[in-house]
């Protein structure tokens, strides 16, 4: 599925939220992305279009098991070129995490997959045949941080 960055950027924050508070509405979507209800609204409508999220007029938003699975790929990408980029190339973490989410927004899953096979290899990380689209870094080590 090809999401554009922006509605990335939303199931993120959705995915993030969801974990972290258990229940979502689009004041909290709105709060966190420094947007406007109306933003947001269109935005989440867009999502459950999309099927990624559950969204009905005042309920709080649900993501679906697709919109779950999205949303780990997106935050797994760009944690692989964060990962890269502090940890091979030694770049500030500031500087790594702003660029790695418009830098993984270009390529490809298997670029993203040979470039975390370099990675781990390079840090000495286990691969267990990983794949981005398998999830496979949920068990990587905490240097991840992708929350479940």
């Known amino acids: 599925m090809v999401l554009t960055n922006s509605q990335e950027e939303y199931l993120k924050v959705i995915y993030l939220?969801?974990?972290?508070?258990g229940e979502v509405r689009v004041t909290d979507i709105a709060k966190k992305m420094n947007k406007t209800k109306a933003s947001v609204t269109a935005a989440v409508n867009v999502l459950a279009q999309m099927?990624?999220?559950?969204?009905?007029?005042?309920?709080?938003?649900?993501?679906t098991e697709i919109g779950e699975r999205e949303a780990i790929k997106v935050l797994e990408a760009s944690n692989i070129v964060k990962l890269f980029m502090t940890d091979i190339l030694n770049i500030k973490p500031e500087i790594a995490d702003e660029e790695s989410?418009?830098?993984?927004?270009?390529?490809?899953?298997?670029?993203l997959n040979r470039l975390a096979v370099y990675?781990?290899?390079?840090?000495?990380?286990?691969?267990?045949?990983?794949?981005?689209?398998?999830?496979?870094?949920?068990?990587?080590?905490?240097k991840m941080n992708i929350k479940k």
């Open 119 to 142: 990675t781990f290899k390079e840090l000495g990380i286990s691969l267990n045949g990983y794949n981005i689209n398998n999830m496979g870094c949920i068990k990587c080590p905490k």
């Open 51 to 63: 099927k990624l999220i559950e969204y009905k007029h005042y309920e709080p938003i649900k993501i």
């Open 17 to 21: 939220l969801n974990n972290a508070m």
């Open 101 to 111: 989410s418009k830098i993984k927004t270009v390529l490809s899953d298997d670029s």
